[in-house]
């Protein structure tokens, strides 16, 4: 696991753009006007991405050191704090998971549940939703409903059996049951008398 990405070697005197000081004196005069966190901190964003452009492994703390870099004159603590950590022994066939193991990183995770959260679970609510009022409204209008089964009333269901079942099956059902007394079963009539 690794330590937070704060660095006691990024300090506002170590920090200079290619070009000098412009990077520090544009930070100066963002400061002064309104909106100056917002503004200080997309300047810082971007130069840190310019950085990250030509060394993307560093993608990772690209916000934390904008941050940084924005706001020089806040006191920081070290924290030991684990950021990220990898989930081993994993089976599955997930993109993000590599020989069966899963990196987790903590500004990562949250931003990928925040997204989960407010994009892609209403949007599945909202498929889900248009998918069953599609389904009624095509089960209303080939009416489904009059092709399910239903339990036959006796009357139906016994003329059934008589006229249907019983002359299918043959004469000789009587005989196989036993329903036509036990000497005239088949099982026990005689064959050559």
Same mark, same amino acid.
């Given at each position: 696991?690794?330590?937070?990405?704060?660095?006691?070697? !990024?300090?506002?005197?170590?920090?200079?753009?290619?070009?000098? +000081?412009?990077?520090?004196?544009?930070?100066?005069? /963002?400061? +002064?006007?309104?909106?100056?966190?917002?503004?200080?901190?997309?300047?810082?964003?971007?130069?840190?991405?310019?950085?990250?452009?030509?060394?993307?492994?560093?993608?990772?703390?690209?916000?934390?050191?904008?941050?940084?870099?924005?706001?020089?004159?806040?006191?920081? $603590? %070290?924290? +030991?704090?684990?950021? =990220?950590? %990898? $989930?081993?022994?994993? /089976?599955?066939?997930?993109?993000?998971?590599?020989?069966?193991?899963?990196? $987790?990183?903590?500004?990562?995770? $949250?931003?990928?549940?925040?997204?989960?959260? %407010?994009?892609?679970?209403?949007?599945?609510?909202?498929?889900?939703? /248009?998918?069953? =009022?599609?389904?009624?409204?095509?089960?209303?209008?080939?009416?489904?409903? =009059?092709?399910?089964?239903?339990?036959?009333?006796?009357?139906?269901?016994?003329?059934?059996?008589?006229?249907?079942?019983?002359?299918?099956?043959?004469?000789?059902?009587?005989?196989?049951?036993?329903?036509?007394?036990?000497?005239?079963? %088949?099982?026990?009539?005689? !064959? !050559?008398?």
């Amino acid at each position: 696991m690794r330590r937070p990405r704060s660095s006691p070697r !990024c300090t506002p005197s170590s920090r200079r753009a290619p070009h000098g +000081s412009r990077f520090d004196d544009d930070l100066a005069q /963002l400061a +002064s006007g309104p909106g100056a966190a917002g503004a200080a901190f997309g300047l810082a964003r971007a130069w840190v991405d310019g950085i990250v452009a030509r060394k993307p492994e560093l993608a990772g703390a690209a916000v934390e050191a904008a941050a940084l870099l924005a706001t020089p004159r806040l006191s920081r $603590v %070290t924290s +030991s704090a684990a950021i =990220e950590a %990898t $989930v081993t022994g994993l /089976l599955g066939r997930h993109p993000r998971i590599a020989g069966g193991a899963l990196a $987790v990183r903590l500004d990562e995770l $949250v931003a990928r549940l925040a997204r989960f959260r %407010t994009v892609d679970a209403p949007a599945f609510r909202a498929h889900r939703a /248009l998918r069953n =009022e599609i389904a009624e409204r095509e089960r209303k209008r080939l009416r489904l409903d =009059e092709l399910r089964p239903r339990v036959m009333s006796s009357f139906v269901r016994n003329r059934l059996i008589d006229q249907v079942y019983l002359p299918l099956v043959g004469a000789n059902l009587a005989k196989q049951i036993g329903a036509a007394g036990a000497a005239k079963r %088949t099982d026990q009539m005689a !064959c !050559c008398s």
